[in-house]
């Protein structure tokens, strides 16, 4: 070895001049923040309270399944701050952002401090294919399905599905899997586990007593699984679309991990709104800590992001045929790039 190179997987690409100008953005506003809350929590507290009228009046089911739709949209919304708080950047306090945190989490039926963990997990090895496993959406290689058995191969078709993976595995992914820690779980992330799944239950014995059992799961029910079904489109569509970027964990860019590994998924400004800007993921993955309400102004301020490709709604339904990384050809590809099923 050359005196004083570098091994290759010690090596840093140093970031960009520009990099610096966006640390700017990762100042909490409280104000912002408040006003977030407010146009957020009260609306969908109000839809709750209207859906249960309309279930205790025995009108058509069918009107109170319209009106979980704004009310899924308002907790997609709501997960974003919970999400936020896991990165510690929604309120400058981090009490503050602990408090809002587990109230959010309980929203959306999902432990605080367990899935920080395996959040920040997944920021530590999004593009890396030596570190793929906690955080993320299953993905295997060309070579991996390959040389997998059938029954994991059939696993695999079963969870790439678009109707499976937005319908059963988000089912049971916010239903099931997140009333138990994670395996990465540490004493902390147990007890958020616990408290979670004590203030869930704590929430459904109080309705039975009120409002009624029945009513309350009609009315909560049809809300998460829209929420997380749009929830799970999301995070797919975040690091699963063409022109994505993964690497072993030898020749891992940060950067690229961010502005390549990491979609820009352009949305109407309606839409915009209800998922908290989170479709400027390249900017979240490049600076974590900066809070939803910032996420635009930077994009606004810094050309080097408005660079990066946009990815459309059209365009994005075509990520749902693209289920294996071929590694020889740096690129996502469909089942039919794969050996037949055998």
């Given at each position: 070895?050359i005196s ?5 997987a010690a090596?840093k690409?140093?970031?960009?001049a ?6 700017v ?5 409280g104000r ?14 109000a ?7 309309v279930v ?6 069918w009107?109170?399944?319209a ?10 919304r ?8 896991c990165?510690n950047s ?5 009490r503050a ?5 587990y ?8 432990p ?5 963990r ?12 030596d ?6 959406v299953w993905?295997?290689?060309v ?22 993976l ?9 239903l ?11 004493k ?5 586990v616990?408290?979670?799944?004590g ?15 029945k ?7 049809p ?9 799970m489109?999301l ?17 891992i ?20 709104w ?8 390249h ?7 900066i809070?939803?309400?910032n ?6 301020n ?6 990066v ?10 990520s ?23």
């Open positions: 070895m004083g190179a570098k091994p290759r090596q690409r140093a970031m960009p520009w990099y610096q100008s966006t640390a953005y990762m100042k909490a506003d912002k923040a408040a006003w977030q809350c407010a146009n957020t929590f009260v609306p969908y507290v839809l709750l309270a209207v859906m249960l009228f205790h009046q025995g009108a058509p089911y009107t109170v399944l009106l979980a739709v704004p009310a899924a949209a308002l907790l997609v709501i997960f974003i701050f919970f999400h936020d708080c990165h929604f309120f400058a306090s981090s952002n602990t408090v809002l945190g109230i959010a989490g309980i929203l959306t039926f999902t605080f401090d367990d899935w920080r395996t959040h920040g997990i997944h920021h530590s090895t999004a593009g890396d294919l570190r793929r496993g906690v955080g993320d993905t295997l290689t070579q991996e399905y390959h040389r997998a058995p059938r029954w994991k191969k059939l696993a695999y078709r079963f969870f790439r599905n678009p109707f499976f937005l319908g059963p595995v988000s089912v049971t992914l916010v099931v899997m997140q009333r138990f820690p994670s395996s990465v779980a540490r902390k992330e147990i007890l958020s616990l408290v979670t799944n203030a869930i239950f704590a929430i459904g014995a109080l309705a039975a007593v009120t409002v009624g059992l009513e309350y799961i009609l009315v909560q029910l809300i998460l699984l829209i929420a997380w079904a749009g929830g489109w995070f797919y569509i975040q690091h699963q679309f063409q022109g994505v970027y993964w690497a072993r964990h030898e020749d860019d940060r950067l690229k991990v961010a502005l390549q590994g990491s979609s820009y998924y352009k949305l109407p400004r309606f839409l915009q209800f998922t908290g800007n989170i479709g400027l993921h900017i979240h993955h490049l600076r974590p800590r809070p939803n309400y996420l635009q102004q930077c994009f606004d810094t050309p080097p992001l408005q660079a490709r946009p990815l459309t709604i059209r365009g994005s339904l075509k749902l045929r693209m289920n294996l990384w071929d590694e020889e050809r740096q690129k996502l590809v469909g089942f039919r790039a794969a050996p037949p099923l055998r």
